[in-house]
């Protein structure tokens, strides 16, 4: 399935619903069927998107920095992920 290759701080864009065209961070994976995800702009960590993967292009583009805070439940800040986005939205 592909959610084998999915990771927490993995980079997607939404490609259908209102966030189509966006990118977001995966902050979760649910199952082999769903993920959440956030931006830190219009999806916030306190009210992340529960989002289908097959809604989703990802890339192989995963942030450590991100990654690594998620996991160790450290304090991850909107403004950190809006920062880390945008850092990469010029690379994509």
């Known amino acids: 399935m592909l959610s084998n290759n999915l990771s927490v701080g993995q980079v997607v864009r939404a490609t259908s ?11 979760k994976i ?14 916030k960590l306190g009210k992340p998107k529960l989002k289908k993967v097959k809604h989703l292009k990802r890339y192989n ?9 998620i996991l160790s439940e450290q304090n991850v800040t909107d403004a950190f992920l809006r920062v880390q986005l945008t850092k990469l939205n010029n690379l994509i």
């Open 17 to 27: 619903g209102k966030e189509q065209g966006r990118l977001f961070f995966i902050i």
């Open 30 to 43: 649910v199952d082999h069927e769903y993920v959440f995800i956030a931006d830190g702009k219009k999806r």
């Open 61 to 69: 583009v995963i942030n450590d920095d991100v990654k690594n805070k």
